[in-house]
C-alpha cells in the first residue's frame, strides 16, 4: 500500500475552515497511522493464514509430540495433560510474534519506498507516528493470539471472561514489547537484509530463554540466568500464574516452577510491570532514534 505526499498531509486535516488543536493533531496523526496497521493485516488474509499456523502446528503437533515423551518416561497421561498446559501460554505469545516484528520491517519497507519521508512531512511529533505504529502492531498482534487463545478448552484452560480478559492483558502487554524491540532495530538498521538477520538472532533467543518450551528448572545454571534477563520470560510465567490461579493452583510437577530471583519467587505483578518498564524504555530509545534520523 502506497501513499503520495497529499495522503500524507491527511494525517492531520481537519474539517475545512477548523483549525485543529495540538493535540487534535498528534491524536489524529497517530490514530490514522494506527489504523494503518490494522487494515494491512486486515487485507492480507495469506499472511494471517500464515502467520497463525506456525504457532497452531507448534502446539498442537510438536507440543502433542513432547507431551508423549512426558507420559513414555513414566509421567503418564496427567503428565502429558501437564506439559500442553505448560506449554499453551508460551504458543500465545508466539502467535504474536510475526504480526509484532512485522512493524519493524514496515518502518524500514516505508523508508524505502519514500512513504516515511511522506509522514514525516506532516506537522506532527515523529514520536506520535512512531507511537501509532507500535499500537498498532501491538492491537494486530493481540488480535492474532486471540484466536489461538479460542483453542484454550482443548489444552484444558477454562473459558472463564474473567480469566480470558486477564490472558488478553498480558497478551497485549507482551505483544507492545516485541513490536518496540523491532521497532527499535528498525530505526536503528535501515537496510532491510540486514534487518531481517539482525531480528532473527535477536528474537530466537529470546523466544526459546522465554521458558516457552522448557522449563527454566530443567536449565543449566548459565542458561537459567540468561532467561532472567528476557522480558518475555516474565510475561510467559504471569499467564501461566494466572492459569493456575483459576485451576486451584499448580500441579504437582516441576515443570511449573515459578520464576525466582535467589530464594525469592517472582510474583506477577512485578514481572507485568518489568514488562511494561521495558517496554517504555525500549519505545522511548526508539523514539530518541527516529527523532534524530527518521
Not at 20 to 44: I, Q
Not at 122 to 144: D, N, S
Not at 173 to 189: C, D, F, Q
Amino acid at each position: 500500500m502506497t501513499r503520495t505526499a497529499p495522503d500524507a498531509v491527511a494525517l492531520t486535516s481537519a474539517e475545512p475552515g477548523r483549525v485543529p488543536s495540538r493535540a487534535a493533531r498528534e491524536w489524529r496523526a497517530g490514530s490514522m497511522v494506527w489504523r494503518r496497521e490494522v487494515l494491512h493485516f486486515l487485507r492480507d488474509r495469506t499472511r494471517m493464514a500464515v502467520s497463525l499456523l506456525q504457532p497452531l502446528l507448534f502446539l498442537y503437533v510438536l507440543g502433542i509430540g513432547l507431551s508423549r515423551l512426558f507420559a513414555g518416561a513414566g509421567g503418564g497421561e496427567r503428565a502429558a495433560a501437564d506439559y500442553m498446559l505448560f506449554l499453551f501460554p508460551g504458543v500465545l505469545v508466539m502467535a504474536a510474534q510475526a504480526p509484532a516484528i512485522s512493524v519493524g520491517a514496515s518502518i524500514v519497507w516505508d523508508r524505502h519506498s519514500g512513504f516515511l519521508r511522506e509522514m514525516l512531512a506532516a506537522p506532527v511529533l515523529r514520536g506520535t507516528l512512531l507511537l501509532g505504529k507500535c499500537l498498532g502492531g501491538a492491537t494486530v498482534a493481540t488480535a492474532q493470539g486471540t484466536v489461538v487463545l479460542l483453542s484454550a478448552g482443548l489444552v484444558g484452560v477454562p473459558y472463564r471472561p474473567g480469566l480470558f480478559a486477564v490472558l488478553l492483558a498480558e497478551l497485549a502487554l507482551a505483544a507492545l514489547s516485541m513490536t518496540v524491540l523491532a521497532t527499535l532495530v528498525a530505526v536503528t538498521i535501515t537496510r532491510m537484509q540486514t534487518f531481517n538477520t539482525v531480528l532473527t538472532v535477536l528474537i530466537t533467543p529470546l523466544m526459546f530463554l522465554s521458558g516457552l518450551m522448557f522449563p527454566i528448572s530443567a536449565m543449566p545454571g548459565w542458561m537459567a540466568s540468561l532467561t532472567l534477563l528476557n522480558p518475555l520470560t516474565y510475561a510467559v510465567d504471569a499467564m501461566r500464574h494466572a492459569i493456575l490461579a483459576r485451576l486451584g493452583g499448580a500441579p504437582d510437577s516441576v515443570i511449573f516452577a515459578p520464576v525466582r530471583w535467589g530464594t525469592w519467587e517472582v510474583p506477577p505483578t512485578v514481572e507485568l510491570a518489568l514488562v511494561l518498564g521495558f517496554s517504555l524504555l525500549a519505545l522511548w530509545f526508539a523514539g530518541r532514534r527516529f527523532a534524530r534520523r527518521g
